[in-house]
């Protein structure tokens, strides 16, 4: 018999990706550039030159079995070693190869830090906004989702609702800086008073409650924004990342966990990861990615073409009559909609081939999500299709 849960899961896709389909579709018959595609967070700049140098010279040079067998379960010994003397070199925190387990992207990443502090039943705390995944990465280790109300006057955190929802079963509190969706960074006061929070509840609980740091955007901050390192303020801090955005890598499904070395059981921790994936398939990233990222870390994309579009995104949307907290990293931005209902608000910006992500899947109704990983050419003719969605669906001038 088919399980139920996940054919239950059909008749909720996402919405982001239903969006996405329907800009291919309709792409096919008016010409994709000009369907103005804002819905998919998929990395629009090229890899770096210097990635695929190691790539070839890998692969020129190497022997097969070492390129394309298997891994270490943990990782590749010196991947892991080159990782922490970069997180050590960059974060001034003592990072060694015993706090690093290589995963399949940001995804694999957090499928083993939910399970290596959470059982059947517990609750991880979230904020909104907040990736939608979230709820199907949490809800199938068995954990449960709780996902604390917005902060929507600058999407930092809202610590009057999440004292509120704090609880005995909480386990562990995930973030995500820079945000996806609204493209906000935590601050250091924000993170200082997060950190103090997560101390007196474990304190009053008598039990660890763990921090969850999904990094993804890590790379993409933009200028003037301090993006203080999260581990920094929390001894038990478990990073989850991906080279993803930073290296335009996302079909190469590579990152890694970094367990603060201040966290008493980080080595153990590190080995538990082994063990979690037998269970979850989730084991062993392609052994030449591993040793290609290794040579890069201190390298990204030419990721300056996000904040361009910001930007130019940021400018329109604010004379338009938008409402919207500037992002400070990422590329996203996430407006308040022109009505209450931001899933109409989004199916009427259709008619203008504009893919725009309404913000309810992110816990934050009446919100839209722009992804702006897009050539700036083409956001710039998206200027006027927007200028004309707002004057005939809502009266707005131009």
Same mark, same amino acid.
């Given at each position: 018999?088919?399980?139920?849960?996940?054919?239950?899961?059909?008749?909720g896709?996402?919405v982001i =990706?239903q969006?996405s389909?329907?800009?291919?579709? +309709?792409g096919?018959?008016i010409?994709?550039?000009n369907?103005f595609d804002?819905?998919l967070g998929?990395p629009?700049?090229?890899?770096?030159r210097e990635?695929?140098?190691?790539?070839?010279?890998l692969?020129s040079?190497?022997d097969?079995?070492v390129l394309?067998?298997?891994?270490?379960s943990l990782g590749?010994?010196?991947v892991?070693?080159k990782?922490?003397a970069?997180?050590?070199? +960059?974060?001034?925190?003592?990072? +060694?190869?015993?706090h690093?387990?290589?995963a399949s992207g940001?995804a694999?990443?957090l499928?083993?830090?939910f399970?290596?502090?959470?059982?059947?039943?517990?609750e991880?705390l979230?904020?909104?906004p907040f990736f939608?995944?979230y709820?199907?990465y949490?809800?199938?280790?068995?954990?449960?989702l709780?996902?604390?109300p917005?902060? %929507?006057?600058?999407f930092?955190?809202?610590?009057d609702k999440?004292?509120?929802?704090m609880?005995e079963?909480?386990?562990?509190?995930?973030?995500?800086t820079?945000n996806?969706?609204s493209g906000?960074?935590?601050?250091a006061? %924000?993170?200082k008073?997060?950190?103090?929070?997560?101390?007196?509840?474990?304190?009053e609980?008598g039990h660890?409650i763990?921090?969850?740091?999904d990094?993804?955007?890590r790379?993409i901050?933009?200028?003037?924004?301090?993006a203080?390192?999260v581990s920094k303020?929390?001894?038990? $801090?478990?990073?989850?990342?991906?080279?993803s955005k930073?290296l335009?890598l996302?079909?190469e =499904?590579?990152g890694?966990v970094?367990?603060?070395?201040?966290c008493g059981d980080?080595?153990?921790?590190?080995?538990m990861?082994g063990?979690?994936?037998r269970?979850?398939?989730h084991?062993c990233?392609?052994?030449?990615?591993?040793?290609?990222v290794?040579?890069?870390?201190?390298?990204?994309a030419d990721?300056?073409?996000?904040?361009?579009n910001?930007?130019?995104?940021?400018k329109?949307l604010?004379n338009?009559?938008?409402?919207?907290v500037?992002?400070g990293?990422?590329f996203?931005?996430?407006?308040k909609?022109l009505e209450?209902?931001?899933?109409e608000?989004?199916?009427k910006?259709l008619?203008?081939?504009?893919?725009?992500?309404?913000?309810?899947s992110?816990?934050?109704?009446?919100?839209f999500?722009?992804a702006y990983?897009?050539d %700036?050419?083409?956001v710039? =003719?998206s200027?006027?299709?927007?200028?004309k969605?707002?004057?005939e669906?809502?009266g707005? $001038?131009?």
């Amino acid at each position: 018999m088919l399980v139920q849960k996940y054919k239950d899961m059909l008749s909720g896709k996402s919405v982001i =990706r239903q969006l996405s389909e329907f800009a291919t579709a +309709r792409g096919q018959e008016i010409g994709y550039e000009n369907v103005f595609d804002y819905s998919l967070g998929n990395p629009s700049v090229p890899v770096p030159r210097e990635f695929t140098d190691c790539m070839i010279e890998l692969l020129s040079t190497q022997d097969t079995n070492v390129l394309h067998g298997y891994s270490p379960s943990l990782g590749i010994t010196s991947v892991r070693e080159k990782v922490a003397a970069s997180l050590e070199k +960059r974060f001034g925190q003592p990072y +060694r190869k015993e706090h690093i387990f290589m995963a399949s992207g940001a995804a694999g990443a957090l499928a083993h830090a939910f399970r290596l502090v959470s059982q059947p039943g517990d609750e991880i705390l979230t904020f909104a906004p907040f990736f939608p995944e979230y709820h199907p990465y949490v809800d199938l280790s068995g954990a449960v989702l709780k996902v604390v109300p917005p902060d %929507t006057e600058a999407f930092q955190i809202n610590f009057d609702k999440m004292e509120e929802m704090m609880n005995e079963k909480v386990m562990a509190v995930l973030i995500n800086t820079p945000n996806n969706p609204s493209g906000v960074v935590y601050s250091a006061e %924000t993170l200082k008073k997060l950190a103090e929070v997560l101390k007196r509840k474990s304190e009053e609980y008598g039990h660890t409650i763990y921090l969850i740091s999904d990094e993804p955007y890590r790379e993409i901050v933009f200028s003037g924004v301090d993006a203080p390192c999260v581990s920094k303020f929390y001894p038990d $801090t478990i990073m989850c990342y991906s080279f993803s955005k930073s290296l335009s890598l996302p079909g190469e =499904r590579i990152g890694y966990v970094a367990v603060s070395p201040q966290c008493g059981d980080a080595e153990t921790m590190i080995q538990m990861c082994g063990q979690i994936s037998r269970g979850i398939g989730h084991n062993c990233p392609p052994s030449i990615i591993q040793l290609a990222v290794a040579e890069v870390l201190d390298k990204t994309a030419d990721l300056k073409v996000y904040e361009t579009n910001r930007d130019i995104l940021y400018k329109e949307l604010i004379n338009l009559g938008f409402t919207c907290v500037k992002p400070g990293g990422t590329f996203y931005i996430f407006p308040k909609a022109l009505e209450e209902d931001a899933k109409e608000f989004s199916r009427k910006a259709l008619k203008y081939d504009l893919i725009l992500v309404p913000g309810d899947s992110f816990g934050a109704p009446g919100y839209f999500r722009m992804a702006y990983c897009i050539d %700036t050419e083409k956001v710039e =003719r998206s200027l006027e299709a927007l200028r004309k969605f707002v004057k005939e669906e809502y009266g707005g $001038t131009v």
